[in-house]
Nanobody, 114 residues
Framework: VQLQASGGGLVQPGGSLRLSCAHS????????MGWYRQAPGKQRELVATITSDGTTAYADSVKGRFAISRDNAKNTVYLQMNSLKPEDTAVYYC?????????WGQGTQVTVSS
């Protein structure tokens, strides 16, 4: 199983980025797909999730600014991040949960700074 996260980078406050996580998991085995982040000196936290039926959920800190989506034909989950703030700076990880296992991507750095 492989999860490959990409799309991070340096962006100014108010800017946008789209993260992608390409995976090799059979989509019919997936229960939940999600994005997490970990800032320096802090614990990893949940950012957004999307279930197999398309239900989404977001951390309060990103509601209205971030959007999680998926493209099953491309085996990819996305995180569109708008109106970025310096406090969004972190390493972002994708996670896929199946009935029996959790799988993590390698992380992609997002830095929001002027």
């Amino acid at each position: 199983v492989q999860l490959q996260a990409s799309g991070g980078g340096l962006v100014q406050p108010g800017g946008s980025l789209r993260l992608s996580c390409a995976h090799s998991i059979n989509i019919f085995r997936i229960n939940i797909m999600g994005w997490y982040r970990q800032a320096p000196g802090k614990q990893r936290e949940l950012v957004a999730t999307i279930t197999s039926d398309g239900t989404t959920a977001y951390a309060d800190s990103v509601k209205g600014r971030f959007a999680i989506s998926r493209d099953n034909a491309k085996n990819t989950v996305y995180l569109q991040m708008n109106s970025l703030k310096p406090e969004d700076t972190a390493v972002y990880y994708c996670k896929i949960t199946t009935r029996f296992s959790d799988y993590w991507g390698q992380g992609t750095q997002v830095t929001v700074s002027s």
